[in-house]
């Protein structure tokens, strides 16, 4: 390979010697800093995303605490399975029902959602707890203004 460039004419080199600047720059460019770019922009607007869902839970938070949620609330008591105890105020709320509602033990419950209110949804949460019914496991994901996909699970507590 030596003897065939040392072969070429000083203009010919300088041309092969270009061609090979353009083709490392090129490579460089797409094989290194393309890829950090678009990955660093997409983390940006991961982080912008976060953060526009973390303002609109605090909101939530903020509506709930004003309409008077929280502990200060009395216990309510059930004898129900809590699955049932969550499919009954679910139907009593109005909301769509989920695609699945199953027991986890005896003292839990399962919930899917793929599409749901969210303000309708902290409200019946609200209202399991008063039952004595906590939180273990939360998945929530915003499919719109206002609407949410959500999988939870339920244990008495």
Known sequence: MKDWYLA????????????????LVTMLYVLVWHPMSTRMEQRQQNIVNAETNLEYMLEGQARIRAAGGGA?????????????????????????????????????????????????????????????????????????NGIVSARFNMERG
């Open 72 to 144: 200060s609330q009395q216990q309510l008591t059930s004898d129900k399975a809590p699955y049932l105890l969550v499919d009954e105020l679910i139907r009593k709320a109005g909301i769509k029902l989920p695609e699945r509602v199953e027991p986890t033990g005896k003292d839990g419950a399962r919930v899917q959602f793929s599409e749901v209110e969210f303000d309708k949804l902290v409200a019946v949460i609200a209202e399991l707890e008063r039952y004595g019914l906590n939180v273990s496991t939360m998945n929530i994901s915003r499919k719109s």
């Open 8 to 23: 070429k004419p000083a203009r010919d080199r300088m041309i092969i010697l270009a061609v090979a600047f353009l083709a």
